[in-house]
């Protein structure tokens, strides 16, 4: 299948409200989000700002219907850790490889307009199927958590 993506600026939240159909399906997305979705949490969490440089990716099918959704925040301060975060795609796409796109996509902007040497995320323990994807994508456990989530890091080669 084709896929289009393309960078989320200016943010429009109605791209990305109109993915989520359930609490269900957000908290995949934003386990710790407030449902239901408001634009102000969005506009909150990947604002840019002194410390902060971020990024979203919206991912279309060939009908040009938003099937996806991916962000990166860069911290600026040493070690400019950047994070993956908001991953979510349409059940319909999930097990098709569209995933692993989404993900090559976003990754490769940010290694484009940071020069990203590392990735990391973090995952809920009981979201399987994710973990599992991140394991098979080649992100890595850390030791250290943050609160009751699994941080996991990869390095990045293109």
């Given at each position: 299948?084709?896929?289009?993506?393309?960078?989320?600026?200016?943010?429009?939240?109605?791209?990305?409200?109109?993915?989520?159909?359930?609490?269900?399906?957000?908290?995949?997305?934003?386990?710790?989000?407030?449902?239901?979705?408001?634009?102000?949490?969005?506009?909150?969490?990947?604002?840019?700002?002194?410390?902060?440089?971020?990024?979203?990716?919206?991912?279309?099918?060939?009908?040009?219907?938003?099937?996806?959704?991916?962000?990166?925040?860069?911290?600026?301060?040493?070690?400019?850790?950047?994070?993956?975060?908001?991953?979510y795609l349409l059940p319909e796409y999930r097990g098709t490889g569209a995933s692993t796109r989404?993900?090559?996509?976003?990754?490769?902007?940010?290694?484009?307009?940071?020069?990203?040497?590392?990735?990391?995320?973090?995952?809920?323990?009981?979201?399987?199927?994710?973990?599992?994807?991140?394991?098979?994508?080649?992100?890595?456990?850390?030791?250290?958590?943050?609160?009751?989530?699994?941080?996991?890091r990869k390095n990045i080669n293109l």
């Amino acid at each position: 299948m084709d896929y289009r993506f393309s960078e989320n600026t200016p943010f429009d939240f109605t791209s990305i409200s109109s993915l989520f159909q359930s609490e269900k399906e957000f908290r995949l997305a934003w386990p710790s989000g407030k449902w239901p979705l408001c634009s102000e949490q969005w506009q909150e969490w990947m604002n840019e700002n002194s410390q902060t440089q971020s990024l979203c990716l919206l991912m279309f099918n060939d009908k040009n219907e938003v099937i996806g959704h991916s962000a990166l925040k860069r911290y600026k301060a040493p070690p400019h850790l950047c994070y993956l975060c908001f991953v979510y795609l349409l059940p319909e796409y999930r097990g098709t490889g569209a995933s692993t796109r989404l993900v090559d996509q976003v990754i490769a902007l940010g290694h484009k307009k940071w020069n990203l040497q590392e990735i990391h995320l973090l995952v809920e323990p009981e979201n399987s199927r994710a973990f599992s994807f991140y394991t098979r994508y080649g992100f890595r456990g850390l030791s250290a958590k943050m609160g009751d989530k699994m941080r996991m890091r990869k390095n990045i080669n293109l």
